[in-house]
């Protein structure tokens, strides 16, 4: 019943992206959620699928987290990241993070060697090299384009969302051989967004969610309405009490609870039972998923 | 159906503390509760009740949130504070701020002058500067008391808990005559944290949620577990979707789903009816109640 389901942001993009570039996504979405399957298929556990994954997303400059992430206002890089470990409801997250070159696996040491669950800023990175883990300039992170993006707004030009996903983010969730999930979630956040602005990637509950015998959930889009909402914990809460099938449930979020309030956005899922579900509001949200069936799909539109 | 409800923290500390402080803290929660009762008697909003009673108790430093907080292992301050409008689910909150008087107002000023929902540290003072407000010194914040107990603390010593709530916050939750729910909580932190170490008090569904039709969330205690369990916005969905009563469902969380982590604390909620819930785990919580019908109480123990 192993289940492998990564996203890559929500965004209404897909329609106007370049055919070279479409094709750059959809192979490296194709090569994450192979390489994570590996790990499952190879006995390994979902907590090490989803880190790997999310990782490989981090450094693949086209993805709104770690490098090439979306710059805020004072175009600097300030990144957010967030593991839960469905065994026993574990959790690690680090918010504004700006020299951490993978957020998620130091949101893992958060989990795993701290008894903290939330790390914020310089602390966050004092905790790192406290774990050995070395620190990267700022500079790693900002690509050309993230530059060119921020300032295209800030001269007030009527800058289409050109970048697939540049208010989205990237993630996992996965379930393995024993049946335990696993969730992670990454993101560089909004474009010329206030520094310090915390999005719900961090934020356990709302971007990422996970608990053996119920469901794994990761989020993306715009992360303000996925906070108030409880987005992730919403869709776990309707699967564990309401007995909602976990595709009814993450529909529910996506098209009833999210426009509610004005929210845009996507869901990626796996059931206790290996089921994958994903959803949005959006007119597309790049993501690829492999389960025990032999499946493999990579997509990007609706 | 007016009814308000507010903490001062929860922790293990009732039984050892002098007669005279015991009688210092019920002055101060009593002062705190009529404060704010008589808002929502005077026709004001819950929101208004709730922001102003927990800017009382930051400002007092009888409590751990704005002066007389919980330092950090390098003795520093840093506050952290959320709002939640039951109306419509709108929320603000702030993370690792080190020069704001009360927390609380930039948090409501985050909700009500922002698209955000949660800022932090420098980003978020600078919001704070930008929206007019002053800075404080962190001195400001550092009481001697407070100092005392981190430098105890760092030297090994056994330290019992003498202060009353130093892992605590302070919170509030109302219901006003319109029928509207909001929820506040603020916090100091734990004291000799790592520096950055953000708690369940600025996450919304951890320790602060309100929503119209269903109750309202305040939590105290050991953060993390709050984080972990998705504490107030599990009973928000236990009530709304699993038509559990509010007491039930504040009793389920605090004595079976919290302690399934270890998680220790208390909860104080308001329902839709004005029904007040308080509970804990902890052989104390300091709390006072108002309601419609007249009834006033203060209380520290069980």
């Known amino acids: 019943m192993r289940a492998l389901v990564i996203h890559g942001g929500a965004g209404a993009v897909p329609v106007r992206m370049p055919e070279a570039e479409r094709t750059a996504y959809e192979e490296s979405l194709g090569r994450v959620v192979d390489a994570g399957f590996a790990i499952l298929t190879g006995g ?9 994954a999310v990782a490989m997303l981090e450094d693949d400059p086209l993805f709104n987290a770690g490098r090439g992430a979306a710059l805020t206002r004072d175009r600097t890089a300030e990144l957010d990241a967030a593991v839960m470990d469905g065994r026993d409801q574990n959790a690690g997250a680090v918010t504004c993070v700006t020299r951490i070159k993978n957020p998620v696996l130091l949101a893992r040491r958060v989990m795993e060697e701290s008894s903290h669950v939330l790390l914020a800023g310089a602390g966050a990175e004092e905790f790192a090299l406290e774990q050995g883990m070395g620190l990267m300039p700022n500079r790693y992170f900002r690509t050309g384009r993230r530059l060119a993006h921020v300032e295209s707004m800030q001269h007030g030009e009527d800058v289409p969302d050109l970048m697939p996903a ?4 990237v993630g996992a969730v996965a379930l393995d051989t024993a049946g335990d999930l696993a969730a992670a979630t990454s993101t560089g956040g909004l474009t010329n967004r206030l520094p310090g602005r915390v999005g719900d990637t961090p934020v356990i509950g709302a971007g990422t969610y996970a608990k053996n015998g119920v469901c794994g959930v990761s989020a993306t889009g715009e992360g303000e309405s996925f906070m108030r909402t409880v987005a992730a914990h919403h869709i776990a809460a309707a699967v564990e009490y309401r007995a909602m099938p976990l595709r009814e449930a993450v529909t529910e979020l996506v098209h009833e609870i999210l426009p509610g309030i004005g929210g845009r956005g996507g869901i990626i ?7 994958i579900a994903t959803d949005f509001n959006t007119p597309g949200m790049f993501r690829a998923e492999r389960d025990a069936s032999g499946r493999r799909t990579v997509a990007i539109g609706p």
Not at 44 to 52: C, E, H, M, R, Y
Not at 269 to 275: I, R, S, Y
């Open 269 to 275: 899922a796996v059931g206790a039972d290996g089921t």
């Open 166 to 169: 540049s208010q989205g983010t």
């Open 44 to 52: 390994g556990t979902s907590l090490d699928a989803v880190v790997t």
